[in-house]
């Protein structure tokens, strides 16, 4: 998660003019959302992670870095040992001291469903099991020779290996790609039920990597198999994913928020219906408590609590410094579908 700033920067992580967050913006191109909901075939100093060949722009508005090799995934794994990831820290925010402005989003709980709790959630520990608590997962990255959080969650893929987080939690910004990028599913205090699995590539779109465009906070990693040669799909499952949805939906964000009363060991939740950003990028927003630590996670609609499955139609990127009780979310259009299927194709 990032804060949103339109002037002083403070964030060595992400010089972005945004905070924390989740959905989709409303952008009037979304006549025709797609939706995917199935593959189409069944120690010492930090290590870079990542290798030394340069990044590449791939067709389509797609910048791609290929992670360590499969030689070299055991030394990522290595490398997160359990005081490391328990003193991993969450991206740092950028500060604005600005008042909200007039077209600020507000709050809209007229005629708002109730989350399983009874009432609007914004950060209350998800406790009903079910799909969500394994296909969402805490990542765990160095960035500069910092050790970091995110979070992000399983899609659909014919390589049964892809996963959606935000841009920030893989790239900062017009600066450095993260590295040691490590993906734990259904992280629980510590545990990793369903495996580790080190990132073998990642991607997002040109105009976070060149612009740092908060619109464009998203992105995809490819990942290895796990320490037991398991493809992540095959352990967790996949949330469906669609682009090109509008906002007004009721909608769940998942994530392992880290600041702030939180302490990222449990997956935490918020319930709310997004409207749209009305301060320049095509995020929306939602009342949501969750800190830095759940940048990255999903915004799921047509989720079912019983099932704990439901359709990402975002992931947590920002919150305005002057509002911390909004976080917003990237809208997934044509450029995230193009960087699906170029992802998921690996």
Known sequence: MTVSSTSTLLSPIVAATLILTGPLAAEAATAHPTTRDAPRTASGAALSGARDAPTSADTGGVVRQS?????????????????RMRTARPLSPVTRGTPPGPGSPRRDTRGAPRSVTGHQS????????????????????????RDLTCSATVIPAENRDTVITA??????????WA?????????????????????RETLVPEQW????????????????????????????????IAF????????????????????????????????????????SGM??????????????????????KGTVTSVISFKYADDSS?????????????????????
């Open 287 to 308: 009342p949501c408590d969750m800190t830095e630590g759940s940048s990255g996670g999903p915004w799921l609609t047509d989720f079912d609590p019983s099932s704990g």
């Open 209 to 240: 990597s060149t612009e740092a465009d908060d619109s464009f906070d998203f992105g995809m990693a490819v990942l290895h198999t796990s320490d037991s040669d398991d493809h992540v799909q095959d352990r967790t499952g996949a949330q469906r």
């Open 326 to 346: 909004v976080q917003y979310g990237t809208r997934l259009g044509d450029e995230a579908n193009r960087l699906y299927e170029r992802a998921t194709g690996l």
């Open 244 to 283: 090109g949805e509008s906002p007004g939906q009721w909608t769940y964000a998942f994530g392992y928020p880290s600041t702030g009363g939180f302490e990222g060991r449990g997956l935490r939740y918020c319930s709310g219906r997004p409207e749209a950003d009305q301060r320049g990028t095509t995020a």
């Open 122 to 145: 914004t950060g209350q520990r998800w406790t009903s099991g079910g799909a969500v608590t394994r296909t969402t997962g805490r990542v765990f990255l160095t960035v500069d020779g």
């Open 67 to 83: 992670g360590p090799d499969g030689a070299e995934r055991q030394s990522v794994l290595d490398y997160w040992t359990t005081e």
């Open 167 to 176: 841009g920030h939690c893989l790239k900062d910004g017009t600066g450095s």
């Open 179 to 199: 590295s040691n990028w490590t993906f734990v599913p259904g992280y629980d205090d510590g545990e990793a039920p369903y495996g580790r699995y080190v990132a």
